[in-house]
């Protein structure tokens, strides 16, 4: 039976990463046969957003393999051994965005840089920001993960100098459940410069910091 996919093994050499699968719409079937063609060439997998039931029946058949419940991020194959670390920083408004921390952290690592997460430091406390203002002027960029009204990468905008990568996360109840609050106020920043991601979208806001940090 032909495959239904392809995979593109070229864009590593074009763009600096090769690509991630979104797993959360394929069957097992299809993972199952997507992994072994990444194996075939010699390739780690890593996959986004695949459910647990999944993630346990493939990691019975694939070895070695990670996944990290929270994120849902499932690598088949291994981290790099020694990642670059102090490079980007995460920040997050609470731990109700833990699954897209994870998933921004997980991605990095997949290409070689280690993050370093800064978390519950929304600005109902803007305290824990500012206690940390000194060692995130350190960082190449900064991500950062907002629900609710998405007012964090406002402040970090108004404070440091890097560039900054808004994530609205689908956190908040009532006019901000799903995202959209945040999304919208962070497209509407009065900060000067903040790059603004899509809702939940932690593996994009990754690939973006890489883009940045591999190419100075």
């Known amino acids: 039976m032909s495959k239904n996919f392809r995979i593109d093994y070229q864009r590593e050499e074009r763009i600096g990463f090769q690509e991630v699968v979104f797993g959360a719409s394929k069957s097992i079937d299809q993972l199952d046969a997507i992994i072994r063609d990444f194996q075939k060439n010699n390739k780690s997998a890593l996959i986004t957003r695949v459910q647990g039931e999944k993630a346990d029946v493939l990691c019975k058949d694939f070895q070695p393999n990670f996944y990290d419940p929270v994120s849902e991020i499932l690598l088949i194959g291994e981290f790099p051994a020694e990642p670059i670390e102090n490079e980007v920083a995460i920040l997050s408004g609470g731990t109700s965005d833990q699954f897209l921390v994870n998933e921004i952290y997980y ?101 973006a910091a890489y883009r940045i940090i591999n190419n100075k």
Request: glycine share 14%; net charge positive.
């Open 107 to 207: 991605a990095l690592l997949y290409v070689g840089r280690k993050a370093k997460r800064f978390q519950d430091i929304g600005v109902a406390g803007v305290h824990r920001l500012l206690d940390n203002v000194e060692e995130l002027k350190k960082f190449k960029v900064l991500i950062v993960v907002a629900g609710f009204e998405g007012a964090l990468p406002t402040v970090v905008g108004g404070l440091l100098p890097q560039p900054i990568i808004a994530v609205p996360a689908s956190i908040g109840y009532g006019i901000g459940e799903g995202g959209k609050v945040a999304l919208h106020s962070m497209l509407s920043s009065c900060a000067n410069g903040i790059t603004v991601v899509n809702i939940d979208n932690g593996y994009g806001a990754a690939m």
